[in-house]
């Protein structure tokens, strides 16, 4: 890390959350580094020092790893406070931090339908996955790509209850808030005012 950049945000183009907490560190200015992880990478050093094998992580200059991104921006607004993501007004501050939560908890259902639940997405992100973070998978590649597809589909489609009885449920609920975010974006830039709050980097995110 530099004097320039203190912090380091590792990072994957390929994580739900990664545009989230790059998205809010660039609107803040915080200065920082980022660093694009693979596999290696996330086994010997993320995990060692989070205990998890997920990204985004930031590490501070002083060796504190941060995880998890509203509890990160949270430790970051203490820190820098211009510009602030919650609104100051503490009834709008507690339907900013309600709809924040629920496009972090909710709206990661249709996410990971929409990529791994048709064809055509599930190869882009199988390939993209393995050129991206694996690189050099232990087997073959047309291997390693159906083991992580048969993974995504198991634990964050199926096993997060996107099934044929609920499937039409989530979708509904995809396009209903796409309704609602336009109706409230036709009266203002960002969803709670004229700049951006902790809310619309949850629904960036999504």
């Not at 950049?5 to 200015?29: C, I, N, T, V, W």
């Not at 496009?103 to 055509?120: G, N, V």
């Amino acid at each position: 890390m530099s004097a320039a950049a203190p912090f380091r945000l590792y990072y994957m183009d390929l994580s739900y959350f990664s545009g989230k907490m790059q998205a809010y560190l660039q609107y803040k200015e915080i200065p920082h580094e980022l660093v694009h992880i693979n596999w290696s990478m996330m086994s010997n050093h993320i995990l060692p020092h989070t205990g998890m094998m997920q990204v985004p992580v930031v590490e501070t200059p002083d060796g504190l790893w941060l995880r998890d991104t509203t509890p990160m921006i949270d430790w970051f607004e203490a820190r820098f406070p211009d510009g602030p993501v919650l609104p100051t007004d503490e009834t709008q501050a507690f339907f900013c931090r309600l709809l924040e939560d629920y496009a972090d908890e909710w709206m990661w259902r249709p996410a990971l339908h929409y990529r791994w639940s048709f064809k055509k997405d599930r190869e882009l992100y199988g390939r993209r996955f393995i050129e991206d973070f694996i690189h050099h998978p232990p087997g073959t590649r047309w291997l390693t790509k159906r083991f992580l597809i048969h993974r995504q589909l198991q634990t964050y489609v199926r096993g997060d209850g996107i099934r044929k009885a609920t499937r039409a449920h989530v979708e509904d609920s995809y396009y209903s808030t796409l309704a609602q975010l336009t109706d409230m974006l036709r009266e203002s830039p960002f969803l709670m005012g004229p700049q951006p709050a902790l809310v619309d980097y949850g629904f960036y995110a999504s």
